[in-house]
């Protein structure tokens, strides 16, 4: 059988990078063009062709979306582009419109058509009507549960990908008009100014009746299914789909990480135990700024289990450095500052293919080596004892205490 894919979102190269080192075996990304996430730092087509090279070397995939729901006047460009993307060597392209998958299958042959979620397919005669259009593989929608997804997978001849971690659309598989309506910003074609997330006061007639302390949010729950992966292995899903293209590289490392032990250990033991997953659950939480729930997995649409209610998403300080080098002969790491941390913290490193490793920050010097007792500068590059080797691209977190 072949193995699941595990799909992860970037926002720029950098991202890109971190999510195939840290375990993804696809990246999806938004070129300059046709992409839902305009306000991404988004692709060149040189940037495009350095991704495909990174991966391509580590044998990983890479996806560009062209997924925006297509006007007459969104056309222009469209087949130089595709044929651009098929040259450089991109895996796949991620679309919401026939229209895009006929002229793609002509002036882009080679380029696999994943069809997105914006489609909103929910069962295996739609899955079979885009097969027979061409598509190589259908994004399921959203609002699935975990039975209906099995029996769209074990009924389709194509490949599906499900999603199973990151943000939920208060609209149907993200076809919203929210933010058109309130910033003429259009959803749909790479605007979104995410009004569900924003806070409203209520009223009854002319008179507010809103809790000042609990304003109204529209906004869904975060996804998180990290209970359903084992039976979406075992059903036959071809791809599990991580959202954020907007996220940090701390985000992205954290869930890809996360996920990509927990399939392993599925094909390794053959399904994961209570205690396990509940340890991943305590992983997946240290990403995370916003609840989550299983969404529409376990069949359950109460919308109290759905919304997101009180006041908005915070931003969390733990994650507080990046390595960037490492000398084992003095057991010291550069890392560039991301958070504030002290002398006498202690801290837990984390990176590819390595366990979480907790220390107690001793001894820190700047790049003059003078010694510090607090970094609090942000880019700011330090040197700290690490009594343990550690790999590039590891990242230091704060530890929190029970």
């Known amino acids: 059988m072949k193995k699941i894919e595990l799909l992860a979102p970037a926002k720029d190269l950098a991202k890109a990078k971190i999510a195939i080192l840290y375990g993804a075996d696809a990246v999806y990304i938004g070129g300059k063009y046709f992409s839902l996430r305009s306000r991404a730092s988004n692709f060149t087509l040189e940037d495009i062709a350095e991704t495909v090279a990174f991966a391509h070397e580590r044998k990983r995939r890479v996806y560009v979306t062209c997924n925006i729901v297509f006007h007459d006047d969104d056309f222009f460009g469209l087949k130089e582009y595709l044929a ?13 419109s026939l229209a895009v998958l006929k002229i793609a299958k002509e002036v882009a042959p080679r380029l696999e058509c994943h069809m997105s979620t914006q489609l909103s397919i929910c069962n295996s005669a739609a899955v ?3 097969k027979n259009a061409g598509a190589d593989r259908v994004v399921l929608a ?45 959803a749909n074609r790479g605007g979104c100014a995410h009004s569900c997330r924003w806070k409203y006061f ?37 791809s599990l789909k991580i959202e954020g293209r907007m996220k940090s590289e701390y985000y992205i490392a954290q869930v890809v990480k996360t996920y990509r032990e927990m399939i392993d250990e599925v094909y390794e033991k053959g399904s994961i135990t209570p205690e396990r997953l509940a340890y991943y659950d305590s992983e997946l939480t240290k990403a995370e700024n916003r609840p989550s729930d299983d969404g529409f997995l376990s069949g359950d649409c109460d919308n109290t ?31 560039e500052v991301k958070n504030k941390f002290m002398v006498g913290d202690e801290l837990e490193v ?16 700047d790049t003059e080596w003078k010694k510090t007792d607090s970094a609090n500068k942000p880019t700011e590059l330090l040197y700290i004892r690490l009594p343990f080797a550690v790999k590039n691209a590891c990242m230091i977190r704060k530890v929190h205490k029970d």
């Open 84 to 96: 651009a993307l098929e040259e450089i060597g991109v895996d796949a392209i991620i679309i919401s």
């Open 128 to 130: 079979s009507v885009l």
């Open 142 to 186: 959203r609002e699935m549960s975990i039975d209906e997804i099995k029996e769209c997978t074990l009924n389709s001849t194509v490949e599906t990908e499900a999603f199973i971690h990151g943000g939920m659309c208060s609209n149907y598989s993200g076809r919203c008009t929210l933010s058109n309506r309130m910033t003429l910003r259009d």
């Open 202 to 238: 209520i009223y009854e007639g002319k008179e507010m009746v809103s809790d000042l302390n609990v304003l109204l949010s529209l906004s869904s729950k975060d996804l998180r299914a990290s209970s359903y992966i084992e039976e979406m292995i075992k059903c036959g899903v071809a």
């Open 305 to 335: 289990k759905h919304l997101y209610g009180i006041n908005g998403e915070g931003v969390t300080h733990d994650y507080v450095a990046y390595v960037k080098n490492y000398d084992e002969n003095r057991s010291l790491a550069l890392i």
């Open 350 to 365: 984390f990176g590819p293919q390595m366990p979480n490793t907790v220390f107690k920050n001793t001894l820190m010097f």
